[in-house]
Structure formats: structure tokens, C-alpha cells
């Protein structure tokens, strides 16, 4: 599975422009993916193939062109931890800065890695990519309707403040992924669109991944078996969001890390961050990119959302 062959097709890419118009209403753009969801991230709890819907609809007459940005590298990568910070997360600072390689970090603040939230402070200082995961991590809780999610939402931006400038926060990842199958458990089999709607609505932007390292999916894998998790998925792709974790029990993907960023290294990637490959113009009246279903056939799933406000 490829992306793109060429500068031309990247330019194209970034040039579509996705504008819904609606009175009182915020501006969206989205980012929409049809392959197969990676080996290993199957279970109920992560996202399956991707719905065939666009995160911000958008007419016609909306549609609009804005200047040409800067070319993106032809090969890239993402790499994207969640579920810290932890006392894994450390080693993975380390690695990274290290490499000299920035990263996003997808955030949990769970009352229980408390200890941990300065490390938040310390990435961030670093250069990194902060963003929103979860304050719980509870399915039951955050899925039981779109209220309890947005409460998760805000108790955890509560919970980073005293780290990180909480309302500048605008990309985050569902838990389990964008389409995952989990939340009809509790909140019904139309919850997942509509929090992809109110995250366009509100002037978020949700990631999900392409690449998954298969790190959290039981069994503890070793070092070697991420690496070459990651190996194998990225496959042909030259556009890459790697999903990995910085939790407790993930301690070999620290260890594997060196390993994989030599290996894209090697293979001729660039390393951006989420906000650097997706940018998400919160405070611009007109999107600087998006794309439509074609323009991204690997991709897994990326939405990208802005407000005009």
C-alpha cells in the first residue's frame, strides 16, 4: 500500500480545502481513510475498518483555495505514544532526544500516574508533541454518552494545567480508536460519528494510526517482536502514524525504540509530529489542508478539525 509517488500528487493533496458553513457555527476539515486496520489491532477494544464517512461534511459551494504550503517531505513518520505518562516514559524521552527525534505524546491522567504528570512539562519542554487521550481510560464511563466523554475531556485538560498550557490542546485520540466497536457497548451504535462531529464542531482534531506496534494488545511482547511489528506493517508506506505506548506495562517498547527510528532512519523518513504532518489552524478563518477519501488511501484514520473562533 502506498501514499504518494510524487511532489505533485502531495501537492494536491494538501491543496483540497473542505469548508462547512453554518450559522454560530465553527469551520472543519477532515481527513478520511478507508484501508484495513493493522494486524494485531483487531480486538473489540480498538478501532476496525474505518466508517466511509468525512469527519466535517462539506457542500459544494464551501469548497475554497488557500496558498500552496511548504512541501512535505515524500517519506514520514509520526511517531505517537499513548497512555502515559508513566515509568516507561522516561526511556522513551531519552531515546528520542537522544535521535534528536520529536514525537506526540497522547496523554492519560488516571489519578493513579500522578507522580508521573511532571514528564508532561519535561516533553513538552523537549520539543514534543502534547495531546489529548483520556482522564480515565474507562470505556464504560467515557462511552456511556457524548456528555461523559466531553466530562472525561475537560477533567483531563483540569488535571495537565498545572504542566501544560491545557487549552491549547487541540488534537486528541479516542480511546480504542476513531471507529472502534467498544462504545456501542454503552453508548449506542451512533456514538462514535457524533463525537467525531462535536470534535469537528468544537475545533479538535482526532488521530488514530496506520502503523500499530502491537505493544498493549497482552502477552508483553519483547523488544524484537515490536520492532518488527512496526517493521512489517509500515510495509511500502511512505506516510506513517505509528501507535505505540508509553504505559507501565510497556516497557520493551522503550527498549525497542532505538531500533525502530534507526530503521526509518535508514529507510529515508523524516520524523514530524502530528500537528507538524496534520496541521489543525485553530485560529485561522480558512484551513491550510485537507483531503478527501482518494487523496489518502492508507492512512488508517486521521480527522482534522479548526474553528473559526
Given at each position: 500500500?502506498?501514499?504518494?509517488?510524487?511532489?505533485?500528487?502531495?501537492?494536491?493533496l494538501?491543496?483540497?480545502?473542505l469548508?462547512?458553513?453554518?450559522?454560530?457555527?465553527?469551520?472543519?476539515l477532515?481527513i478520511?481513510?478507508?484501508?484495513?486496520?493493522?494486524?494485531?489491532?483487531?480486538?473489540?477494544?480498538?478501532?476496525?475498518?474505518?466508517?466511509?464517512s468525512?469527519?466535517?461534511?462539506?457542500s459544494?459551494?464551501?469548497?475554497?483555495?488557500s496558498?500552496e504550503?511548504?512541501?512535505?517531505?515524500?517519506?514520514?513518520?509520526?511517531?505517537?505514544?499513548?497512555?502515559?505518562?508513566s515509568?516507561t516514559?522516561?526511556?522513551v524521552?531519552?531515546?528520542?532526544n537522544?535521535?534528536?527525534?520529536?514525537?506526540?505524546?497522547?496523554?492519560?491522567?488516571?489519578?493513579?500516574?500522578?507522580?508521573?504528570?511532571?514528564?508532561?512539562?519535561?516533553?513538552?519542554?523537549?520539543?514534543?508533541?502534547?495531546a489529548?487521550?483520556?482522564?480515565s481510560?474507562?470505556?464504560?464511563?467515557?462511552?456511556q454518552?457524548?456528555?461523559?466523554?466531553?466530562?472525561?475531556?475537560?477533567?483531563?485538560?483540569?488535571r495537565?494545567?498545572?504542566?501544560?498550557?491545557?487549552?491549547?490542546l487541540?488534537?486528541?485520540?479516542?480511546?480504542g480508536?476513531?471507529?472502534?466497536?467498544?462504545?456501542?457497548?454503552?453508548?449506542?451504535?451512533?456514538?462514535?460519528?457524533?463525537?467525531?462531529?462535536?470534535?469537528?464542531?468544537?475545533?479538535?482534531?482526532?488521530?488514530?494510526?496506520?502503523?500499530?506496534?502491537?505493544?498493549?494488545?497482552?502477552?508483553?511482547?519483547?523488544?524484537?517482536?515490536?520492532?518488527?511489528?512496526?517493521?512489517?506493517?509500515?510495509?511500502?508506506?511512505t506516510?506513517?502514524?505509528?501507535?505505540?505506548?508509553?504505559s507501565?506495562?510497556?516497557r520493551?517498547?522503550?527498549?525497542?525504540?532505538?531500533?525502530?527510528?534507526q530503521?526509518?532512519?535508514?529507510?529515508?523518513?523524516?520524523?514530524?509530529?502530528?500537528?507538524?504532518a496534520?496541521?489543525?489552524?485553530?485560529?485561522?478563518?480558512?484551513?491550510?489542508?485537507?483531503?478527501?477519501?482518494?487523496?489518502?488511501?492508507?492512512?488508517?484514520?486521521?480527522?482534522?478539525?479548526?474553528?473559526?473562533?
Amino acid at each position: 500500500m502506498t501514499f504518494f509517488k510524487s511532489s505533485k500528487h502531495l501537492r494536491l493533496l494538501w491543496s483540497l480545502l473542505l469548508l462547512s458553513v453554518g450559522a454560530a457555527a465553527g469551520f472543519g476539515l477532515g481527513i478520511f481513510c478507508g484501508a484495513e486496520p493493522p494486524v494485531g489491532c483487531r480486538e473489540s477494544d480498538l478501532t476496525p475498518v474505518p466508517d466511509e464517512s468525512f469527519v466535517s461534511p462539506a457542500s459544494a459551494s464551501s469548497l475554497e483555495t488557500s496558498p500552496e504550503p511548504e512541501p512535505m517531505p515524500e517519506k514520514w513518520v509520526c511517531l505517537t505514544f499513548d497512555d502515559g505518562p508513566s515509568k516507561t516514559t522516561p526511556d522513551v524521552l531519552s531515546a528520542l532526544n537522544r535521535a534528536g527525534v520529536k514525537a506526540t505524546f497522547f496523554v492519560v491522567a488516571t489519578g493513579n500516574n500522578d507522580k508521573y504528570l511532571p514528564l508532561i512539562s519535561e516533553a513538552a519542554a523537549a520539543g514534543h508533541q502534547i495531546a489529548l487521550h483520556s482522564a480515565s481510560h474507562e470505556y464504560s464511563d467515557i462511552y456511556q454518552s457524548s456528555d461523559a466523554y466531553w466530562k472525561d475531556i475537560d477533567l483531563l485538560k483540569e488535571r495537565l494545567s498545572p504542566y501544560v498550557r491545557a487549552d491549547g490542546l487541540r488534537y486528541l485520540r479516542f480511546p480504542g480508536g476513531s471507529t472502534n466497536t467498544v462504545s456501542r457497548r454503552y453508548g449506542g451504535r451512533g456514538l462514535m460519528q457524533q463525537l467525531k462531529e462535536e470534535v469537528t464542531a468544537k475545533g479538535y482534531a482526532y488521530v488514530d494510526w496506520n502503523v500499530c506496534a502491537e505493544d498493549a494488545v497482552g502477552g508483553k511482547p519483547s523488544a524484537g517482536t515490536i520492532f518488527r511489528n512496526i517493521v512489517r506493517e509500515t510495509g511500502e508506506q511512505t506516510q506513517c502514524i505509528v501507535l505505540m505506548h508509553d504505559s507501565a506495562t510497556t516497557r520493551t517498547t522503550a527498549e525497542a525504540l532505538p531500533d525502530i527510528i534507526q530503521w526509518y532512519k535508514d529507510n529515508g523518513f523524516a520524523f514530524l509530529t502530528v500537528e507538524q504532518a496534520v496541521p489543525c489552524p485553530r485560529h485561522s478563518k480558512k484551513p491550510r489542508r485537507a483531503c478527501q477519501t482518494a487523496d489518502f488511501p492508507g492512512l488508517w484514520c486521521v480527522g482534522a478539525a479548526y474553528s473559526a473562533a
